[in-house]
């Protein structure tokens, strides 16, 4: 079994930063991506940002310029820096992996269990 455990979210002024890290945890022999999906009130859930084990990186066009996605594989972690955030940020993130257990590359998808942001003044 595998657990995500995101940190990181609360409340920003508009056009704050704000860093969250999601750090995976368990039976884990690879990861291939990790990204951060949102879901905000009313809304289906987004891609944020993703990013593959080779550091190719892919964004949501209402973030792009404004967030950056990195991730140390070492640690099994990925981090969203999120500058300039907007009240339509706005959302519970979501941590996502593609993890290899046992080295068969049969990848699972696992959630962490989401992370609030609010943007408001």
């Known amino acids: 079994q595998v657990q995500l455990v995101e940190s990181g979210g609360g409340l920003v002024q508009p056009g704050g930063s704000l860093r969250l890290s999601c750090a995976a945890s368990?039976?884990?022999?690879?990861?291939?991506?990790m990204g951060w999906y949102r879901q905000a009130p009313g809304k289906q859930r987004e891609l944020v940002a993703s990013?593959?084990?080779?550091?190719?990186?892919n964004y949501a066009d209402s973030v792009k310029g404004r967030f950056t996605i990195s991730r140390d594989n070492a640690k099994n972690t990925v981090y969203l820096q999120m500058n300039s955030v907007e009240p339509e940020d706005t959302a519970v993130h979501h941590c996502?992996?593609?993890?290899?257990?046992?080295?068969?590359?049969?990848?699972?998808?696992?959630w962490g269990q989401g992370t609030q942001v609010t943007v408001s003044s």
């Open positions: 996502h992996a593609d993890v290899d257990s046992r080295g068969y590359k049969w990848y699972v998808d696992y």
């Open positions: 368990g039976s884990i022999f690879s990861i291939k991506a």
């Open positions: 990013i593959t084990s080779d550091g190719s990186t």
